[in-house]
């Protein structure tokens, strides 16, 4: 069966095609047959269209920045060209959607109907910058794949089972009502690494304490507890939580105050400095980019080097934070860009928690293409590195809902 998942942002669009035919496995993810992607910010006016289909691969730039046409071009790189794996696109037999937004409805992946594409857009005002670019995705696809079923995970999702106390802020009680809470993102890889960490283990996720920590581009924790997600970092926006690349995390309400009062900022320049001017960038003066800072951080950079020290500080808070909504712990899990790559990293987060009884392996830790056990044999929690497989996993929740197993 062949399900095709389409990742549609306001910048970029990505795509792959999964041949799932294969029976059902808990392993690892499989390669897709293709991936592509449209990236808008190339130059105005224009869109440049990567694929790529085992060694096979092309790349353009198209004269467009219609959407549709966009899409329509990357889909055709499916039905000929180098990158050619279909003989037609109505062998696709699904897409999938990954939507950023699903408000507190959705803690599954659903079948998309008038309804649900109704709440993707009656919660634009909660991402304005991925709802849109997600349902107008649902749209183009629609037309282009007359009759394909479409299926949306939501990245709130997993989150769906998150207690009242962990999902209610303390501000007025009718904030409720206006949907004012904590929502929580990143889910469908913090539900697809819990549940990875734990098929590696040989154990049942019901059976487990998991705190998954995804640090990439944005970052955020989820204590999974028996295979459901009771507490998380990100909240009712994806700024709130730990400190991330361009996004500075959870502050003290009461600057954002002082700034519109004293210095005159309205909510867009608001936007903008916590969004893409804080976290590592904003800090260090040097880039988002882990990989920068941390260049900066060794020619003796000393911004950097706070940076990276702030960055640290604030993981284990959230870390500590999400093992006491847990109240214990088996298995600690990174992921994601900072997650899978650093052991800088994995070395200094985990060190506060020896008094748990967590120990890393001894000698040099070094990233691998596998996913890996850091944790030392002795170790009384594991501590896995794990790819995370967004894509793999809405292929997977595509097929479990379509084709639900006996
Ligand atoms: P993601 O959003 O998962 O693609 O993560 C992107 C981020 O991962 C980048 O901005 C870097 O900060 C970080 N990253 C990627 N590769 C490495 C690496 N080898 N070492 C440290 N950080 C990395």
Not at 167 to 180: K, M, N, R, V
Not at 261 to 276: K, M, V
Not at 283 to 307: C, F, I, Q
């Amino acid at each position: 069966m062949k399900i095709l998942v389409l990742n549609a942002g306001s910048s970029s669009h990505k795509s792959c095609l999964f041949d799932l035919s294969q029976p059902r496995a808990d392993g690892p993810a499989q390669p897709p047959l293709w991936r592509a992607s449209l990236d808008w910010t190339h130059a105005s006016g224009q869109v440049e269209l990567s694929a790529q289909a085992g060694e096979a691969s092309l790349q353009q730039v198209l004269p467009t920045r219609d959407r549709t046409e966009g899409l329509r071009a990357m889909l055709d790189t499916l039905v000929q060209g180098p990158t050619q794996v279909l003989a037609q696109l109505q062998e696709i037999a699904a897409v999938g959607h990954r939507v950023v937004h699903g408000g507190g409805d959705y803690s599954a992946a659903v079948r998309v109907d008038g309804a649900v594409k109704a709440a993707i857009r009656r919660l634009i005002p909660l991402a304005p910058a991925h709802n849109p670019a997600n349902l107008e995705g649902i749209e183009v696809l629609e037309q282009i794949l007359d009759r394909v079923p479409q299926v949306a995970l939501f990245d709130t999702a997993f989150h769906a089972s998150l207690p009242p106390a962990a999902s209610t802020y303390p501000g007025p009680y009718g904030w409720l009502a206006q949907g004012i809470r904590r929502y929580g993102f990143h889910g469908i890889s913090h539900g697809y690494v819990a549940q990875r960490a734990a098929s590696l283990m040989g154990r049942q996720i019901t059976d487990l304490k998991l705190l998954t920590c995804h640090l990439g581009n944005g970052c955020s924790l989820a204590a999974v507890d028996q295979g459901l997600s009771v507490d998380t970092t990100m909240g009712f926006t994806p700024l709130d939580g730990v400190m991330m690349g361009s996004r500075c995390g959870s502050l003290d309400p009461g600057i954002l105050i002082h700034l519109i009062r004293q210095q005159g900022y309205n909510a867009d320049q608001l936007d903008t400095l916590l969004n893409r001017e804080s976290g590592l960038k904003g800090v260090s003066g040097v880039s988002n980019d882990l990989r920068l800072v941390m260049a900066a951080m060794a020619a003796g950079d000393g911004r950097a080097t706070l940076a990276i020290d702030l960055f640290i500080h604030r993981l284990r808070q959230g870390m500590g934070a999400m093992i006491a909504s847990l109240a214990g712990l088996d298995v600690l899990v990174f992921t994601a860009g900072m997650g899978e790559n650093s052991p800088l990293i994995w070395q200094r987060a985990c060190q506060p928690f020896a008094y748990l009884g967590l120990r890393l392996r001894q000698g040099e830790l070094q990233r691998s293409g596998q996913d890996q056990d850091i944790a030392a044999p002795d170790s009384r929690v594991r501590v896995w590195v794990i790819h995370t497989q967004e894509e793999w996993a809405i292929a997977q929740a595509c097929l479990e809902l379509l084709h639900p197993a006996p």
